[in-house]
């Protein structure tokens, strides 16, 4: 069946330390690759995607993320965080006809 | 561009009643809108799939009569939920895929749902 799985469920982290969220999913077909963000009180917002081409992808607000085939991976970056980017992150698989959310990362950034 | 609304953001009622959450898509035709629900601190669960013009494919475990989907244009899927219970409170979210790139979807800001 397919899973997305993120190891960190929660991460606190100082203004400036760079960032790395884990993300492995389990789909044998061609995939898509998301990164959300919930900012507190917000709806979901796209981070990033990944289709096709540079598996190396650059999203919004200076994330990053690149896909590795042969680890399943999906990785989220980001080599300096802010107080602002406090929220939750999901990575997400695009499965066939649906997607699939990991479970999340509540993300913490100290001022 | 790909907007998608949803109304009402926040419902609050009393049990055994039904409540109705309308999802739209405000500039692109949805060919396909999904349901989704939202525990606390949890992630995304899909609750069902719904292709305009035909019967919505639920997902194992989702009651069909007790959420009831209705897709009748390409803008607007509805969700009711029938004889609510409080267990049934929760963030519903829709998503709509049909915009200018096929594969994304995109989310609508959620509705939360009290059952007192």
């Known amino acids: 069946a397919q899973s997305v799985s993120q190891h960190n469920h929660h991460v606190i982290l100082s203004e400036a330390a760079s960032l790395e969220l884990g993300c492995n999913y389990s789909?044998?077909?061609?995939?898509?690759l998301f990164w959300y963000v919930q900012y507190p009180g917000q709806h979901l917002q796209l981070l990033l995607k990944?289709?096709?081409?540079?598996?190396l992808v650059k999203g919004i607000k200076g994330f990053e993320a690149e896909f590795i085939k042969s680890k399943f991976s999906f990785n989220l970056r980001k080599p300096s965080v802010q107080w602002s980017d406090t929220a939750e992150y999901f990575c997400?698989?695009?499965?066939?006809?649906?997607?699939?959310f990991g479970k999340g990362t509540r993300l913490h950034i100290l001022p | 561009g790909a907007v998608v609304s949803q109304h009402p953001s926040w419902v609050i009622c009393k049990s055994g009643t039904s409540v109705k959450i309308e999802c739209r898509s405000l500039?692109?035709?949805?060919?396909?809108m999904f349901w989704y629900r939202q525990f606390p601190k949890q992630s995304l669960m899909l609750m069902a799939t719904?292709?305009?013009?035909?019967?919505?494919?639920?997902e194992q475990g989702v009651e069909k009569d007790k959420f009831l989907i209705n897709h009748a244009s390409l803008t607007l899927s509805t969700l009711t939920v029938t004889s609510a219970h409080p267990e049934d409170s929760s963030f519903y979210i829709c998503?709509?895929?049909?915009?200018?790139?096929?594969?994304?979807?995109?989310f609508g800001p959620g509705t939360r749902l009290t059952v007192l």
């Open positions: 998503s709509a895929r049909g915009g200018p790139i096929y594969n994304e979807q995109f």
């Open positions: 789909y044998g077909g061609t995939v898509n």
């Open positions: 990944y289709f096709s081409g540079d598996p």
């Open positions: 997400a698989v695009n499965a066939g006809d649906k997607i699939i």
């Open positions: 500039d692109f035709q949805a060919t396909t």
């Open positions: 719904s292709n305009e013009g035909s019967k919505a494919t639920y």
